[in-house]
């Protein structure tokens, strides 16, 4: 696991597109440094890394085909309604190309 | 208006003898939420909820919910009301449709006078981070102690009076949490019992719609309005729903109920364990049999942390698409990836940036295995620890808090058993997805505090039936937070 440090953190949001100040940067490396502690009591759990990782609450296969009725599909003018910037149908946005 | 008071059966039966009539009732409720003091509310539903129930359709009214006023949480969709989960960066949201919990309530008869506030968009456990400010606990005019979250506006609406029933999230103990601070019963049913559709996701594979009542029966009551299959949550669950009312009062002699040792240990406050113990005692008098079970203190310990990487990992990737642009509130900029930037960045609040950044980079390629994926086999091995314990017994039964609700003023995090164990166990039944409930056992300064019971998945039934007789023995129900004259 790479060491911890305000630039690696910095690149996380970046990627996540935000920005964080100084001092969310440093308050976030003390949590970390608390997390990486907590982490390490798991990384103690006999047989952790030998089980398949559980990525829902338990088994339940999903053969679940709905039928192929169709329907009316919600309006677009009502989906726009929730966009600031709004032309012609479309959400306008800076542009792209000079 | 005393009838707010009251519970759901109590309610129905003065509307039914006209001692009252729904129009009363919302305008009422309606009143006290205008009159909160615990920053309950995001917004009231006054327009909407007068119509709705100028609107009601007398054929409903031999539903229980008939002309009740309720609340939800503010992260459940609801149609032509705003809905910003207390976070600004959905400040003028206005969704398109409403969530399956709230058609089935209003199908009911209900009607919603309220959405609540949260922590921001449901990540937090301390009702402290919503956009709005802390959401202070009824029960302490002092405003010192927490109510908890992250479902904290529909547990101070309810303990302080306001409606008899709330509709909250849980992914972690958001409502079991509370209940414990708020004397209030917190009902978090199976994993895929009730369909998510609508509500805003926080992770995934851990997100459950769970609701406050002040006694049981009255939550078997709204699992049988809220419960059942829905073709728009494909992860909602096909088996059968039962009548959670029948049998609720039959007798647990003979019950099997487990109480693990280790977590009871990490309580250290001699009212809650004393407290306990009585509930115990009671229990076994009621005829059930409580056996003390003894589990892996590294596994309880590493609940916690198992919980924080899984579902800071999952919230990354289900808030990825607040971007200002499709909805919500929008900053300008030069590119289209700087009025996103520019509007996560105003946006989210410092918690909730830091819990996308723990996320993301439990996610890195060059961690994912010591952390993201690791979480999750831990995840498998805790489930299988509880799944073991319920093989023999029908319930397991635990204090649900350390005590009664924190400081405000207090920071919550430590390394310590009490908090990693006694204050987060509860996501157990969250990783597993059991059916858990968290009801009131006594009270220390003025302040509530409660216990936790947790059984096999879709076992609603025995859950409720040990809950009932559970309230019976503590006599505590029907509680609610009453204003100093």
């Known amino acids: 696991m790479k060491t911890i440090t305000k630039e690696i953190l910095r690149e996380a949001a970046t990627k996540l597109m935000f920005k964080l100040t100084e001092e969310e940067l440093d308050q976030l490396v003390k949590e970390f440094d608390i997390i990486v502690k907590q982490m390490e009591l798991i990384g103690e759990i006999p047989g952790v890394d030998e089980v398949e990782p559980m990525t829902f609450p338990f088994e339940c296969a999903v053969n679940y085909l709905r039928e192929d009725v169709a329907t009316k599909p919600v309006d677009r003018d009502e989906i726009l309604k929730n966009a600031k910037d709004v032309v012609d149908g479309q959400i306008r946005l800076p542009k792209v190309v000079g | 208006m005393k009838y707010l008071s009251k519970s759901i059966t109590e309610i129905h039966n003065a509307l039914l003898n006209n001692e009252v009539t729904p129009l009363e009732l919302v305008k009422a409720a309606i009143e006290l939420a205008k009159n909160d003091t615990s920053n309950a509310f995001e917004y009231i539903c006054e327009k909407e909820a007068l119509e709705k129930v100028n609107n009601l359709d007398p054929n409903l009214k031999d539903s229980l919910f008939y002309g009740v006023p309720v609340v939800i949480k503010d992260n459940f969709s609801t149609k032509d009301i705003p809905t910003c989960g207390s976070s600004n960066i959905l400040n003028g949201y206005v969704p398109i449709f409403s969530s399956e919990v709230v058609l089935r309530l209003e199908k009911a008869g209900a009607i919603i006078i309220g959405k609540t506030t949260l922590d921001e968009l449901a990540m937090g456990g301390r009702g402290t981070t919503g956009h709005k400010g802390i959401t202070y606990n009824p029960w302490d005019k002092s405003h010192t102690h927490l109510i908890g979250g992250s479902s904290c506006g529909s547990a101070a609406a309810i303990s302080a009076g ?303 039936n040990i809950a009932y007789n559970l309230e019976k023995v503590t006599g505590l129900k029907d509680l609610v937070a009453k204003e100093e004259k």
């Not at chain 2, 698409?321 to 289209?336: C, M, V």
């Open chain 2, 162 to 464: 306001i409606v008899p029933f709330a509709i909250g999230s849980d992914t972690g103990d958001s409502v079991r949490k509370p209940a414990n601070n708020a004397g209030l019963v917190g009902l978090k049913p199976t994993w895929g019992r009730i369909s998510r559709f609508g509500l805003f996701p926080f992770a995934t594979s851990l997100d459950h719609v769970a609701y406050f009542t002040r006694n049981v029966v009255d939550s078997a009551i709204a699992l049988n309005v809220l419960a059942g299959r829905d073709d728009k949550d494909a992860s909602s669950s096909f088996k059968e729903v039962e009548d959670y009312t029948k049998g609720i009062d039959d007798s647990i002699k003979d019950k099997k109920i487990a109480v693990i040792k280790e977590i009871v240990n990490s309580v250290s406050d001699k009212d809650v364990i004393k407290a306990f113990n009585d509930s115990v005692e009671g229990l076994r008098k009621a005829g059930a049999i409580v056996e003390e079970v003894s589990m892996d203190i590294k596994l309880l310990k590493a609940i916690y942390p198992t919980y924080i990487i899984i579902s800071c990992a999952e919230a990354t990737s289900n808030n990825a698409n607040l971007d200002g642009i499709k909805f919500g509130a929008r900053e300008p900029g030069e590119s289209f990836e700087e009025v996103m930037i520019n509007t996560r960045t105003k946006g989210f609040s410092t918690l909730i940036k830091r819990r996308f950044v723990i996320g993301s980079y439990s996610l890195l390629r060059e961690n994912a295995d010591e952390l993201f994926i690791r979480a999750q086999k831990c995840r498998r091995l805790i489930v299988n620890a509880f799944t073991e314990v319920l093989k023999e017994y029908d319930a397991i039964y635990c204090p649900a808090a350390p005590g009664v609700a924190p400081l405000i003023s207090g920071s919550g995090e430590s390394l310590s058993d009490e908090y990693l164990i006694a204050d987060n166990y509860l996501a157990f039944a969250n990783m597993s997805g059991m059916p858990s409930i968290t009801l009131p056992i006594g009270f220390k300064g003025g302040l509530p505090f409660g216990a936790n019971l947790t059984s096999k998945i879709f076992d609603e039934s025995n859950l409720l």
